[in-house]
């Protein structure tokens, strides 16, 4: 039997882990309630920005937290661009085509990654990764506090933009409406563009609030989708208030399962979550507001 | 009038160029038809996917060790005959690299060098024993490469039994150096075929030395988070922890221990993924003090000293991927130069009576039983301010192993 003091501090580590997998599971359910599409090329998105965190560290010296405003400023651009250049003019607004697209990003983002990168494994020594903040028996990393605290900010900041500026409500308008929203006037393409450029934003901030504690290889942001495709089933497709509670959920499913079934089994917890949800309520927790 | 205009080349001058010009152009093919047929190397790596990394460091020693044969005359026994390397991609898996064995043998290959990954290099040496074709084996740590009874393998290496075998050995010397004072062990593993066979034997060996191993900890590849193993390992308060996993969960694994101020007397690894000079430079605080027993080039070469300094020039780690990559194409080419032929059985039989000088290696003389060379041994190193020197065995040390390691304050 455990100690309960471990049990709390496996809660807390799978709280600060489910931080990180709300902010790229926003990012996918946003895209998914606007275009509905799955965005296949999340990860390698997500693996792209964390290589910009990793450069303008190593070259420019900027720390990841002080590099957050340029890459997720520099990931809305290449999401804004990718969708007009590329996304939107070749899926001739078929949404299976833009399936067969973002797949076909994803290998080629890929595979350009480990031609300039190199497959060698990168990281950040910043000087701050090895403070922790002592709660009970958990010794909680400093990087790995803030980063949930952030993810939990920009998660807060997003649902206040969509809510209260023009822009936020035109996304919801045409995720609740497409052909209603472009009656009224809206440029739904545009904001398709937006909303995709959104959702690698949040990748981009997430990508920032990693690399102090994670490392980056052409294949490392997949670590991360496959968790994030079940929290979005899980929270409801296209509901961020699910995607935050279903991020959360799963991180604590995960570490208390790997305490209590060693870290193998322990993934077996998000599996059964995923086949529950399925049958029982295959709209999610949320999904009905979406 | 008759113009009287000499020839500047004279009727016997003419006769004996143009004689020389005939024999020359009817010649040429013939000496074309001379040259010896390049000898075809299939060089397996998985140079895309979860351990790209590794594979592109293998490629990489095994393409600058063909350059340098062909470079110093090719294989005399054969008439100066080049290698020609093969290059195939397993991309981490099993099928395809089993689909490089059958594409590469339908080219005509004389020889495979692979694989990096244990199940690939099982399964593509199985079929490359279809058609027994020799498989040399660059990097492999299982030992079930070599115990099937196929005579087409070969492994100049140790493989994990022999390098856990002498780890354990090195552990207890350094523990009873510093009074007994490690007594429990944690074993962290990657839950493929190296991961939980190195633990296997870990397990069972470790109380040998008077030290306890109170949990086996297995993972996936990849693993996000390593928080939850460290509060297990901090709830045991083992004295040493024991990894053996890829390079990925080997730096994450590290950095969370570090990062959970986890005291231990030492992170003893054997066959450590990711223990290398990159990550001793980048990871300096994390990395310090820790230990593993692993394939590394003999310090006091001065051939291996030559060749790190060529490939870090080249802007590469000098890995052990790349110099064992580079000593297997340096064992074909002794081998064919024996053989004196490319012809697979004799290549086989050169194989296997080689006693090859594997020069970049702390070995012995190479001598193959069933395929593994019985000359190959592993050293202990441990990273030191950025840096990495070998503490053991004596004859190798660059300096004296720090153990137990100072506690976190």
């Known amino acids: 039997m455990l100690d309960p003091q471990i049990i709390i501090a496996g809660v807390l580590n799978g709280l600060l882990a489910g931080g990180i997998y709300v902010l790229v599971a926003v990012g996918l359910t946003l895209i998914y309630g606007v275009l509905h599409i799955i965005n296949f090329a999340h990860g390698s998105l997500l693996m792209l920005a964390m290589y910009a965190v990793f450069f303008l560290w190593r070259l420019a010296g900027l720390d990841p937290y002080v590099s957050l405003p340029l890459v997720t400023a520099g990931a809305f651009a290449v999401g804004f661009v990718l969708y007009r250049l590329v996304i939107g003019r070749f899926s001739h607004g078929k949404d299976e085509n833009i399936l067969l697209i973002t797949l076909g990003v994803s290998i080629v983002a890929d595979n350009l ?19 922790i903040i002592q709660v009970g028996a958990a010794f909680l990393p400093l990087p790995k506090v803030i980063s949930c605290g952030a993810a939990l900010l920009i998660c807060l900041v997003l649902g206040l933009f969509m809510t209260r500026t023009d822009t936020g409500k035109a996304i919801r308008a045409v995720a609740r409406e497409r052909q209603g929203a472009r009656l009224v006037g809206i440029d739904v393409e545009h904001v398709f563009a937006v909303s995709y450029g959104i959702g690698i934003a949040c990748l981009g901030a997430a990508a920032c609030l990693l690399m102090p504690t994670f490392y980056v290889t052409p294949q490392s942001g997949y670590a991360f989708v496959l968790v994030a495709f079940t929290i979005v089933v899980l929270g409801g497709m296209g509901s961020f208030l699910g995607a935050a509670v279903g991020g959360f959920l799963i991180g604590i499913t995960e570490s208390l399962g790997g305490l209590f079934l060693g870290e193998q089994l322990g993934q077996i917890g998000i599996s059964l979550i995923f086949i529950l949800i399925l049958l029982l309520k295959p709209t999610g927790l949320f999904g009905s507001r979406a | 009038m008759a113009t009287d205009k000499k020839l500047p080349v ?9 004689g020389t010009l005939a024999a020359g152009t009817m010649g040429f093919p013939l000496i074309g038809g001379a040259q010896p047929a390049a000898v075809k190397v299939g060089i397996i790596h998985p140079v895309t996917g979860f351990v790209a990394y590794a594979g592109s460091q293998g490629r990489f020693g095994a393409t600058l060790a063909v350059d340098d044969v062909n470079k110093a005359g090719g294989i005399k026994s054969m008439g100066g005959a080049k290698l020609e390397p093969l290059l195939g991609d397993s991309q981490s898996k099993v099928e395809v690299g089993v689909a490089e064995v059958e594409k590469m043998n339908e080219q005509g290959v004389a020889a495979y060098i692979g694989c990096y990954q244990s199940p690939v290099g099982i399964a593509a040496s199985q079929a490359a024993a279809k058609y027994n074709t020799p498989f040399l084996i660059d990097v492999g740590a299982s030992d079930l490469l070599v115990t099937r009874g196929l005579k087409n393998v070969f492994r100049i290496k140790p493989g994990f039994g022999a390098c856990v075998d002498q780890g354990i050995s090195l552990l207890g010397d350094l523990n009873k150096k510093a009074n007994g004072v490690a007594k429990s062990a944690v074993i962290v593993h990657e839950s493929g075929e190296f991961g939980t066979g190195t633990a296997k034997l870990l397990a069972s060996k470790l109380p040998s030395i008077g030290i306890q191993v109170k949990e086996v900890i297995g993972h996936d590849n990849p693993t996000r988070n390593f928080d939850n193993i460290a509060l297990r390992i901090r709830s045991a308060a083992p004295d040493i922890v024991m990894m053996s996993n890829y390079q990925n969960e080997y730096v994450l694994l590290a950095r969370t221990l570090y990062q959970q101020k986890v005291n231990l007397a030492a992170m ?5 993924g990711g223990f290398n000079y990159k990550f001793a430079k980048e990871q300096p605080d994390v990395s310090q003090y820790m230990i593993d027993v692993n394939h590394w080039y003999n310090p006091k070469s001065e051939k291996a000293l030559a060749l ?6 080249a802007g590469k780690e000098f890995t052990f991927e790349v110099y064992l990559a580079y000593t297997v194409v340096d064992l074909l080419a002794d081998a064919l130069e024996h053989a004196g032929s490319a012809d697979k059985e004799k290549l086989t039989a050169a194989l296997d009576a080689s006693t090859f000088k594997a020069e970049l290696m702390p070995y012995g003389p190479t001598k193959f039983v069933n395929g593994q060379n019985e000359g190959g041994r592993a050293e202990v190193m441990q990273a030191i301010k950025g840096d990495i020197k070998v503490i053991a065995p004596e004859q190798f040390a660059e300096m004296p192993p720090v153990f137990p390691k100072p506690k976190f304050t």
């Open chain 2, 308 to 313: 790190k300094k060529r490939v870090e020039a």
């Open chain 2, 10 to 18: 004279s009727r016997r001058g003419f006769i004996a160029g143009a």
């Open chain 2, 268 to 272: 003893y690894s054997i066959l450590g």
């Open chain 1, 113 to 131: 990654a480990l031609l300039f990168f190199g497959g060698d494994t990168q990281t950040i020594d910043v000087p701050y990764a090895g403070d």
